[in-house]
């Protein structure tokens, strides 16, 4: 138990997930800001942000994924300076394929 100089008492954290620890807002913020500027598509209309969830094939994921990867790898390498676009690029079809993963897991259950 936890008390706190208050006197207000709660359970234990230790088993609970630190979301606040285990990400970084400063990540979170401009991997936003990137989801913002790519939501805008060839028309100028915005796409719904949750758009990529109606379900994106895994194979579409791992081809723009390594796009993404080596354009992080060219300038980690000197040879681009777009490294912040590119890992956010790498960010989100890491998370969109493991996203069909764990969808594709609950329906099995």
Known sequence: MREFETGAIRDNCADKYDYEGFISPLVIEYYASYMHENRKQADGKLRA????QKGIPQEA???SMWRHFMAVWL?????KKCIK???????F?????????L????EEE
Do not use: P, Q
């Not at 676009?85 to 960010?91: E, H, I, P, Q, S």
């Not at 969808?103 to 609950?106: A, H, I, L, S, T």
């Open 49 to 52: 942000s949750d758009n990529w």
């Open 75 to 79: 300038c980690h390498r000197g040879f």
């Open 85 to 91: 676009v590119a890992l956010c690029g790498v960010l």
């Open 61 to 63: 994921y791992m081809k």
């Open 93 to 101: 079809n890491a998370m969109g394929y493991l996203h069909e993963i």
């Open 103 to 106: 969808v594709k897991e609950r």
